[in-house]
């Protein structure tokens, strides 16, 4: 593959027209930054991370406490004001959101799966819609399960029959959504 | 996945979320690095790379404030902010794949899916260390190749506009066809 620093030829004669792209190649400082390490495993590198995040797992736990609290808020105002409807649905969302991406490295597959579905459920869903407030209040009941149960495995038998029912839930709610929008 | 020793790498983090910088620092540390530096917005991330420069850049989509974690890649990828070329890892919740192809329409060089483990973070430092790709300058791109992958015995078809002037040094054996695109 040739790589140039200046734009490329396009081609014989000078009628050519000119070049529409360049390419450049990658000096890549950082591999000669990043020395290899003949004899060490990368899974001793892994286990000291994972020994590193362990030691915020007491304060993950009082955020999803928390936060699980807040989305039970958003909620309840989206149920008694329909004017907020779509607001608290957002937040709600913004919630959701913020705990999917936390949930499984902390140990909480169940919470990322969960607000991954209900993210994905809000998207799909019409914002202002009573509908929505309900069954998204059903992803809200699982959370709340979880969190009072410190549920985290979705493998054994409470997280099974939980995680079967919300899927379910989930794509029933989302095809409806989407027959709703269409 | 060989075992590197990460210490003399810097790199940058920006993420709102004051759980998630202190996660990925905790992280970050365990797998060897001892220069990071963590930003809780663009603005401030712009305000440091001006003082310092980094290796790595890694950067949350969805940030609290005005700009984004995709109007930074831009930024960067404008020169308006560090070094151009630098490589960058875009993190986020959504991995839905119109937003992969939008992160690497702006010119990520890897993408990293929450939630993170230790495993993934390191392999896509790993991916950054051992298989750069060239930069794509054209009229509306610059940034790595978004072409990963190189089949010499590719034969088309050959869709991009640019692939016509390719061809006469690049595709080798290849049998082109007119451009589609």
């Known amino acids: 593959m040739a790589v140039s620093d200046s734009p490329k030829p396009a081609g014989p004669g000078p009628q050519s027209e000119p070049p529409n792209h360049e390419l450049i190649p990658n000096p890549n400082p950082v591999s000669l930054k990043a020395a290899p390490m003949p004899g060490r495993m990368v899974e001793e590198l892994f286990a000291r991370a994972e020994k590193a995040v362990a030691t915020l797992q007491g304060e993950f736990t009082q955020i999803l406490a928390k936060e699980a609290t807040r989305g039970e808020k958003a909620l309840q105002i989206a149920k008694a004001e329909p004017g907020k409807r779509a607001a608290q649905l957002a937040r709600l969302r913004g919630i959701w959101h913020d705990l999917r991406g936390k949930g499984s490295t902390m140990g909480y597959p169940l919470v990322s799966t969960i607000c991954d579905l209900g993210c994905d459920y809000l998207d799909a869903a019409p914002k202002d819609a009573q509908e929505t407030v309900e069954i998204a209040d059903k992803f809200a009941e699982t959370l709340r399960v979880v969190v009072a149960k410190d549920l985290k495995s979705s493998t054994d038998a409470t997280g099974k029959v939980l995680m079967a029912t919300l899927r379910q839930v989930a794509e029933m709610a989302e095809r409806k959504a989407k027959e709703a929008k269409a | ?181």
């Open chain 2, 1 to 181: 996945m060989k075992a590197y020793d990460l210490s003399k790498v810097s790199l940058i983090m920006v993420d709102d979320d004051k759980f998630m910088r202190s996660l990925l620092l905790q992280m970050l540390r365990g797998l060897g690095f001892k220069s990071v530096m963590a930003c809780d917005g663009v603005d401030a991330a712009i305000d440091e790379m001006r003082v310092s420069a980094y290796d790595i850049a890694m950067i949350d989509w969805v940030l609290g404030g005005e700009k984004s974690g995709l109007d930074m890649v831009k930024m960067i990828r404008k020169g308006e902010i560090g070094e151009r070329m630098l490589p960058i890892i875009m993190l986020t919740a959504n991995t839905k794949l119109a937003a992969v192809m939008e992160a690497r329409d702006a010119g990520i060089t890897e993408f990293l899916a929450k939630p993170v483990s230790a495993q993934t973070v390191y392999s896509r430092v790993v991916e950054v260390i051992e298989a750069p790709r060239q930069f794509v300058r054209t009229k509306s791109y610059f940034g790595p190749d978004r072409r990963r992958r190189k089949d010499e015995k590719f034969e088309g078809p050959f869709r991009r506009a640019e692939d016509a002037n390719d061809l006469s040094i690049d595709a080798g054996n290849a049998k082109p066809e007119p451009a589609k695109v």
